[in-house]
């Protein structure tokens, strides 16, 4: 959703060579989802739950916003389905928390047309992980504003607009029968992914999404007089008839000095991980409930430094959050599968976001003492 600033309408107005085009404000619906009212509408039908209505449904507004990271509502979304289990809700209790928790999974997140023209939407295939929250994507900007252009703003994309129409219909469709059915549709796609295969590909960083594709790995191993050198790992990308196919190179370098035996493949190959080698680790999380998570690793790349997974980044800010998000899912999909005895989803906010928290921090701190 976008917004015209005073300054905006003041140069459109100047203008001499073109008429003044006022367009509707759209600032403030980022709140739209009102899910503070909706939330406190299950109280009645919840145990010991009117604190925390207050407490999730002030968070909204935060993660709508330009500036907010757009999985974060993702995660809002989650708790509000965690919550409603661990607060015992009844029947219709669950039902405005469920319905609450798909409206915030389909809310429109805002940004600003003087910085971009492309929506900003998670590329994060593992969210949302409640399993009801599945398949539903999010509305896009409608980009009412016009072709943009002037006073700083961007330029629309062509095809944006008839796009954006169509793919908001289509989300809005599938969030009604959602809710009908008690749960989403489901998918293993990103939110983003979902938007794609509706017709929609405007969106930022879209390139840098986690092909759900099938993906290959091959490691060679060299040995050789020398010193030890840390692992390498390469991603080479390839789509054809729509399909994207990743393959992952890793390469390890193992020192032998003159006189030691021949190294053998296997243990050079064992010294390798999804992740990275223990020489290009930089953090790993602790665990939590007996499950490990992803590392934070040295990139091959020199302008994307670090990588989580399959995935690089430029900064250790988003490489950090990456780490605690993939151990947060972890967490959350072991709960909620009740692959953990005695406990249930109830736990994820006492259980998973201390984790998340602890993994992120400790990640960069991490990183700063590590001289990144």
């Known amino acids: 959703m976008k917004f015209l600033f005073a300054s905006t309408l003041a140069v459109l107005l100047s203008s001499a060579s073109a008429a003044p085009v006022l367009s509707p404000r759209r600032f403030g619906q980022e709140q739209a989802v009102d899910l503070g009212d909706k939330l406190n509408a299950a109280g009645p039908h919840c145990q010991n739950f009117a604190g925390v209505a207050g407490t999730l449904g002030g968070q909204s507004a935060g993660t709508i916003v330009a500036r907010a990271d757009p ?32 409206d915030e999974v389909h809310a429109e997140h805002n940004f600003s047309p003087f910085a971009g023209a492309l929506d900003i939407v998670c590329l994060d295939a593992s969210l949302p992980v409640s399993p009801e929250l599945r398949g539903i994507p999010p509305l896009v900007d409608p980009r009412n504003n016009g072709p943009g252009g002037s006073g700083g703003l961007a330029h629309v994309p062509a095809g944006a607009d008839a796009a954006s129409t169509k793919v908001n219909a289509a989300t809005t469709a599938i969030l009604a029968k959602a809710k009908a059915a008690g749960k989403g549709p489901g998918s293993t796609k990103s939110v983003a992914q979902q938007l794609v295969d509706l017709g929609f590909n405007f969106i930022q960083g879209l390139n840098s999404t986690t092909p759900s594709a099938s993906s290959t790995t091959k490691t060679t191993t060299t040995i050789v007089n020398a010193p030890s050198t840390p692992t390498a790992a390469t991603t080479t990308s390839t789509t054809k008839k729509g399909k994207t196919t990743t393959t992952v190179t890793v390469t390890v370098t193992v020192t032998r000095s003159q006189c030691a035996a021949t190294a053998a493949p296997s243990s050079a190959t064992a010294a390798t991980s999804n992740a990275g080698t223990s020489a290009s680790v930089i953090f790993s999380p602790a665990p939590v409930l007996g499950i490990q998570g ?79």
Request: positive net charge; proline residues 3%.
């Open 71 to 102: 999985c974060a509502k993702l995660r809002l979304a989650d708790q509000i389905v965690a919550a409603a289990k661990a607060h015992q809700c009844d029947a219709q209790g669950t039902k405005i928390m469920l319905d609450a928790a798909m």
């Open 294 to 372: 992803v590392p934070l690793v040295r990139s091959s790349d020199p302008k994307r430094r670090f990588q989580v997974a399959q995935d690089t980044f430029v900064g250790q800010g988003a490489a950090c959050q990456r780490v605690g998000d993939k151990l947060f899912n972890q967490c959350a999909n072991a709960l909620n599968g009740g692959k953990v005895a005695g406990k249930n989803g109830s736990s994820i906010g006492s259980i998973c976001d201390p984790a998340r928290t602890a993994a992120t921090s400790g990640c960069l701190a991490a990183v700063k003492a590590a001289g990144l």
